[in-house]
């Protein structure tokens, strides 16, 4: 009778636990959308984007399912095509451009049971988070670079929209130039477009025709400016991927990015339930950036130095906006023995002392 009334016990307990188990198991995947401004090539920011959405299948398998959607303009398009996301049953999506942010914002308020990570910009909502990379510190150490092996004293950056990120990459180039090779100039042309190979190679070929002997590519989703470099025997430091395999004898160092351990953090929390809308900031410490692919034609002591300030802003020690600071009026920015804090930094609308061009209009 005792064993009977177990039985029956246990019997209960199982119809109960059964049908939970039954509806966790058939609980659909996560959708887990992407947008990029540009196609997905061998190398380039839509493709490190694109490292980012394998990691999340690798890490997550049939708990995800995801889908990207290439070369999407800015503006009314990418409206579409994050309502299309949402209408298709998205519960997280990823907008891979500084100008996809209002639309995004928008549809993340009309949306609350969806999840956006949008990268750059500067608004974040409880179910819109933003993430971007202290690339600056990247740059600063290709700066360097430059300004060690320019032999014309003339460095060229390819630049594509001003925005705040854009502009600290620019600031952070110059300064470190002028700390190694005071005599050296840092020009710049703006392309104002994110994805524009003709006009970015015209610009590259503009700045060696005015004498610059090393290159900046920034933003160029494309080997564009790389392949110019090549062509024209002259140093590039790139943006995004290791470019070093479309110019051999060019590539000085490529600033790299790296999406994938964030993305598959970020995922995860989603997946959990724990997704909180914040502006995540990596750097050289946490690997979002690093410079690969350094070039043979820095000697040892160059590299030394190099890898010397790399460690510094690593730990502390350095950071690259230290006072004192002016821009190219000539007012003071930053007092000596301060730093430009973070909110100006990722906010930056000047440019440096010494900078020769200006900021559009």
């Given at each position: 009778?005792?064993?009977?009334?177990?039985?029956?016990?246990?019997?209960?307990?199982?119809?109960?636990?059964?049908?939970?188990?039954?509806?966790?198991?058939?609980?659909?995947?996560?959708?887990?959308?992407?947008?990029?401004?540009?196609?997905?090539?061998?190398?380039?920011?839509?493709?490190?984007?694109?490292?980012?959405?394998?990691?999340?299948?690798?890490?997550?398998?049939?708990?995800?399912?995801?889908?990207?959607?290439?070369?999407?303009?800015?503006?009314?398009?990418?409206?579409?095509?994050?309502?299309?996301?949402?209408?298709?049953?998205?519960?997280?999506?990823?907008?891979?451009?500084?100008?996809?942010?209002?639309?995004?914002?928008?549809?993340?308020?009309?949306?609350?049971?969806?999840?956006?990570?949008?990268?750059?910009?500067?608004?974040?909502?409880?179910?819109?988070?933003?993430?971007?990379?202290?690339?600056?510190?990247?740059?600063?150490?290709?700066?360097?670079?430059?300004?060690?092996?320019?032999?014309?004293?003339?460095?060229?950056?390819?630049?594509?929209?001003?925005?705040?990120?854009?502009?600290?990459?620019?600031?952070?180039?110059?300064?470190?130039?002028?700390?190694?090779?005071?005599?050296?100039?840092?020009?710049?042309?703006?392309?104002?477009?994110?994805?524009?190979?003709?006009?970015?190679?015209?610009?590259?070929?503009?700045?060696?025709?005015?004498?610059?002997?090393?290159?900046?590519?920034?933003?160029?989703?494309?080997?564009?400016?790389?392949?110019?470099?090549?062509?024209?025997?002259?140093?590039?430091?790139?943006?995004?991927?290791?470019?070093?395999?479309?110019?051999?004898?060019?590539?000085?160092?490529?600033?790299?990015?790296?999406?994938?351990?964030?993305?598959?953090?970020?995922?995860?929390?989603?997946?959990?339930?724990?997704?909180?809308?914040?502006?995540?900031?990596?750097?050289?410490?946490?690997?979002?950036?690093?410079?690969?692919?350094?070039?043979?034609?820095?000697?040892?002591?160059?590299?030394?130095r190099i890898t010397a300030t790399?460690?510094?802003?690593?730990?502390?020690?350095?950071?690259?906006?230290?006072?004192p600071l002016r821009d190219q009026?000539?007012?003071?920015?930053?007092?000596?023995?301060?730093?430009?804090?973070?909110?100006?930094?990722?906010?930056?609308?000047?440019?440096?002392?010494?900078?020769?061009?200006?900021?559009?209009?």
């Amino acid at each position: 009778m005792q064993m009977k009334r177990k039985l029956t016990n246990w019997i209960a307990a199982a119809a109960m636990i059964l049908p939970l188990t039954g509806i966790s198991a058939m609980a659909d995947p996560l959708l887990v959308g992407f947008i990029y401004p540009a196609p997905v090539a061998d190398v380039g920011w839509a493709k490190q984007l694109d490292l980012g959405r394998e990691a999340i299948e690798a890490a997550f398998g049939d708990r995800v399912i995801t889908r990207a959607v290439e070369n999407i303009a800015e503006g009314p398009d990418a409206g579409r095509v994050m309502g299309q996301l949402v209408a298709d049953g998205a519960g997280f999506i990823v907008l891979g451009s500084f100008g996809y942010m209002n639309d995004g914002l928008r549809l993340a308020q009309r949306n609350p049971e969806v999840n956006f990570l949008h990268a750059s910009g500067y608004r974040q909502a409880e179910n819109f988070g933003t993430f971007t990379s202290r690339s600056y510190e990247g740059f600063y150490l290709g700066g360097m670079a430059a300004g060690m092996v320019t032999e014309s004293n003339t460095i060229g950056i390819v630049a594509a929209f001003a925005v705040p990120e854009v502009i600290a990459e620019i600031n952070a180039i110059s300064l470190a130039v002028r700390e190694v090779n005071p005599d050296a100039e840092v020009r710049i042309v703006w392309v104002n477009s994110w994805f524009d190979p003709s006009r970015e190679q015209e610009a590259a070929r503009a700045l060696v025709s005015q004498g610059a002997d090393v290159l900046f590519s920034l933003h160029q989703d494309t080997p564009s400016v790389v392949n110019v470099a090549q062509a024209e025997g002259v140093y590039v430091v790139n943006t995004g991927s290791d470019m070093s395999a479309h110019g051999p004898n060019a590539v000085l160092a490529s600033v790299v990015h790296d999406w994938s351990s964030y993305f598959v953090s970020i995922v995860g929390d989603a997946l959990e339930g724990n997704f909180e809308g914040y502006d995540e900031r990596g750097g050289l410490a946490s690997g979002m950036v690093s410079v690969q692919a350094w070039g043979d034609m820095l000697s040892d002591e160059q590299m030394a130095r190099i890898t010397a300030t790399e460690a510094a802003l690593i730990n502390g020690e350095a950071h690259v906006f230290a006072g004192p600071l002016r821009d190219q009026s000539g007012a003071e920015r930053v007092a000596d023995g301060e730093v430009l804090p973070d909110p100006e930094i990722f906010g930056m609308n000047w440019l440096v002392e010494g900078l020769s061009g200006s900021l559009p209009q």
